[in-house]
């Protein structure tokens, strides 16, 4: 039993650090050569097929298109680069370098490729991640020495000069590598964290479907970060998914503005009215000639709780639980009074519509976009 267990905690360390700690020559085979050679060949084949496949990507003409194709540019050289590491003599040293690097810029530019799904502002990006780049940056320099020393350990003499024991040097260094990959690790998980967090709080506040919601990715994202051998593929496939509820999720919401439209109107009533949502207050917005500054305007000032829809170019929904009485008055008046003293100043025409008791949501929704 003693021996089954050290076997098992064994390979978990080997596939948790990506170094072959087990006794077992075919067990290490199996892990680090057929399952491993096998998953990234998958990875990269399905990054091909979703650039050819996509115009979006290919195109790259919007912008979730132009960080999608960074992504799979990075992802399809971490598989290539995983792939040489694993079958060819380990004396390419400037690989695990480039390795770590690319991995840690993938999962950074994923974590801004949901914040940017969630709420569509390049503005927003530059400002909540203007230093998600200095861990990358610092990890690469640390890895860039540690492993020019392995190198200059290995291929030269230069440390027997200084009666240094190469055995003992390469130890130390071997050590602070492990504990690199740690923190590397570490660095992973928090830039996943912050992404299932910005995925958790839209969640919360806008009611979707299960289908639209982007959470899907955390599960191929914790094994890979768990497990190094098999990082890449597993990030791969957790970026692909993402990508994938990304692409559904665009039917819905307006490009320029990042609101909803109104064939997401029916559908979250018809959905809501199946969960006896109980909610009621709209606000209709008419911005004649002056549906950008509006737009602009409400992404700025609106609750967390409210949801808002273009209905067209300058006519905008608000849809608030709580937007009622006083409250709706004090939005509206807000609105008014902003768009006036704006720099080109105009008057929207702004107006209520209140669900009564016994109507169903999709009646409610009826009514709102035929006012």
């Not at 006794?23 to 057929?34: A, G, S, T, V, Y």
């Not at 040097?169 to 299932?196: G, K, P, Q, S």
């Not at 006036?340 to 009564?356: H, N, W």
Request: charged fraction near 20%.
């Amino acid at each position: 039993m003693m021996t089954l267990l050290k076997k098992i905690k064994d390979v978990l360390f080997s596939l948790v650090t990506g170094t072959y700690l087990t006794d077992d020559e075919k067990l290490n085979e199996i892990l680090f050569d057929h399952v491993a050679n096998t998953l990234m060949c998958i990875a990269i084949v399905a990054l091909v097929m979703v650039i050819i496949f996509s115009p979006d990507v290919r195109k790259r003409s919007t912008t979730d298109g132009k960080i999608m194709m960074f992504e799979c540019a990075m992802l399809l050289t971490i598989n290539t680069i995983d792939l040489i590491i694993n079958n060819v003599d380990h004396s390419f040293y400037v690989l695990p370098v480039i390795s770590e690097v690319v991995l840690m810029l993938i999962v950074m530019m994923w974590m801004i490729f949901i914040d940017h799904c969630m709420y569509r502002s390049v503005e927003h990006i530059r400002r909540r991640y203007r230093h998600a780049l200095l861990p990358v940056a610092l990890c690469a320099v640390i890895n860039i020495g540690l492993y020019t020393a392995c190198y200059v350990f290995l291929e030269t003499n230069i440390i027997e000069k200084y009666s240094v024991n190469t055995a003992d040097a390469l130890i130390t260094v071997f050590n602070i590598i492990l504990a690199m990959l740690f923190v590397d690790r570490i660095i992973h998980l928090c830039y996943i964290l912050t992404a299932t967090h910005v995925v958790r709080v839209r969640d919360k506040i806008s009611r979707e479907p299960r289908f639209l919601k982007l959470g899907a990715f955390i599960i191929p994202f914790l094994i890979g970060a768990l497990l190094k051998i098999y990082y890449a593929p597993f990030l791969t496939i957790g970026i692909i998914i993402t990508y994938m509820s990304s692409v559904k999720r665009k039917k819905y919401i307006d490009q320029e503005t990042g609101f909803y439209n109104s064939d997401y109107l029916k559908l979250v009533c018809a959905y809501q009215d199946r969960k006896d949502y109980i909610g009621g207050q709209g606000i209709i917005i008419e911005a004649t000639g002056h549906g950008k500054e509006m737009a602009g305007m409400l992404g700025s000032i609106m609750a967390a709780d409210s949801v808002i829809f273009i209905l067209d170019e300058d006519r905008f929904l608000i849809l608030s639980e709580s937007l009622r009485g006083s409250a709706a008055k004090m939005v509206m008046k807000t609105l008014i009074d902003t768009a006036e003293s704006s720099d080109d100043p105009y008057t929207p025409e702004v107006s209520t519509i209140s669900r009564s008791g016994d109507e169903s949501v999709i009646k409610f929704a009826e009514r709102l976009l035929a006012a």
